[in-house]
């Protein structure tokens, strides 16, 4: 995890709180950048947690699918066949 603090300096113990806080918001995610902006009394928190990788589900001709492989012949020409709307 990579963490910039700018504008002044922190203790140890206060960038763990500022860790902890900003997991606190997505327990399960994995945080990759903290970036800590101080302006007096003022704390500004810019942070990016991993991506989540996903599969893509979609609707085609009735059925919800995320890819064709395991379709058979006729139902993978339904899906050849039908019309795409803008």
């Known amino acids: 995890m990579e963490i910039i603090v700018n504008n002044g300096t922190i203790t140890e113990k206060e960038k ?7 997991k606190a918001k997505a327990p399960d995610r994995e945080l990759v950048y903290l970036e800590i902006n101080l302006d ?3 704390v ?3 942070y990016k947690f991993a991506e989540i ?3 893509r589900i979609r609707r085609v001709t009735g059925y919800l699918t995320g890819t064709l492989d395991r379709w058979n012949d006729a139902k993978r020409a339904e899906e050849a066949d039908r019309v795409k709307h803008a």
């Open 16 to 22: 763990t709180a500022y860790i902890e806080h900003v």
């Open 40 to 42: 007096g009394e003022f």
């Open 44 to 46: 500004d928190l810019k």
């Open 53 to 55: 990788p996903f599969e």
